[in-house]
T-cell receptor, first 115, second 114 residues
C-alpha cells in the first residue's frame, strides 16, 4: 500500500505564480485534509473534505482552493502565491468521514518556497 | 482562546532512561487526545489515542496518561533508544467537534543520546 502520496516534494515559486499540490490516497478513506506546518506554529488545517464533492474550510483557508472529484484525490491550489505561503504542506486522510476518533495518515509533505 | 503547549521545544536524555513529554491545554474540553511521531522530512505518524474517560493507555514501550483536572497529557517512552529520536506532537479533539477542530501542538524534539 502506498498510503498517502504527495507531489511534488519540493517547489519554488515566484510571487504571483499559481500551482497545484497533488495528494492521492489508496486506502479508500472518506476524509482528507490539507495542513501547513511552520516553525513554532504546529500543524494548521487549511481545507478538508468528508467525501467526494464535499469540501470545507479549516483554520487558515485564505489563498487556497480545493476540490474533491474522486475519493482518491484531493489537490490544493494556490491561485497567486505569496511569500507568506512559504511552508511545508501535508495532506492527511482518515477512515472516519468526520475525522472523529480516527487517526490521521499523513503524506511526506511538499516543501514550498515563494520568493 | 484555546491553547496547546508542549513542554519544551527540545529534550535530551540518555539512552535507557525514560523520556517524559508534556502536553498542556487551556480553554479546551477535549474528547480525546492523540500522539504522533514526526521524523525530519517526513509526515507525522500516529502512535496512540486516549479518550477523556481513560486515564492511561499503553503500547509496547509507550505510555500515555490523560488528566482532565490538570488539563494535561504525559507521554512516556521507557528504555529509550537513539531510534526514538524524533519530534512528538500531541493533538486534541473536542466533544461534538468535526474534523476541522483537531488541533495540534507545535511538538517536542526528543534526542536520545547513546
Amino acid at each position: 500500500n502506498a498510503g498517502v502520496t504527495q507531489t511534488p516534494k519540493f517547489q519554488v515559486l515566484k510571487t504571483g505564480q499559481s500551482m497545484t499540490l497533488q495528494c492521492a490516497q489508496d486506502m479508500n478513506h472518506e476524509y482528507m485534509s490539507w495542513y501547513r506546518q511552520d516553525p513554532g506554529m504546529g500543524l494548521r488545517l487549511i481545507h478538508y473534505s468528508v467525501g467526494a464533492g464535499i469540501t470545507d474550510q479549516g483554520e487558515v483557508p485564505n489563498g487556497y482552493n480545493v476540490s474533491r472529484s474522486t475519493t482518491e484525490d484531493f489537490p490544493l491550489r494556490l491561485l497567486s502565491a505569496a511569500p507568506s505561503q512559504t511552508s511545508v504542506y501535508f495532506c492527511a486522510s482518515s477512515y472516519s468521514p468526520t475525522g472523529n476518533n480516527s487517526p490521521l495518515h499523513f503524506g511526506n509533505g511538499t516543501r514550498l518556497t515563494v520568493t | 482562546s484555546q491553547k496547546i503547549e508542549q513542554n519544551s521545544e527540545a529534550l535530551n536524555i540518555q539512552e535507557g532512561k525514560t523520556a517524559t513529554l508534556t502536553c498542556n491545554y487551556t480553554n479546551y474540553s477535549p474528547a480525546y487526545l492523540q500522539w504522533y511521531r514526526q521524523d525530519p522530512g517526513r509526515g507525522p505518524v500516529f502512535l496512540l489515542l486516549i479518550r477523556e474517560n481513560e486515564k492511561e493507555k499503553r503500547k509496547e514501550r509507550l505510555k500515555v496518561t490523560f488528566d482532565t483536572t490538570l488539563k494535561q497529557s504525559l507521554f512516556h517512552i521507557t528504555a529509550s533508544q537513539p531510534a526514538d529520536s524524533a519530534t512528538y506532537l500531541c493533538a486534541l479533539h473536542p466533544y461534538s467537534g468535526s474534523a476541522r477542530q483537531l488541533t495540534f501542538g507545535s511538538g517536542t524534539q526528543l534526542t536520545v543520546l547513546p
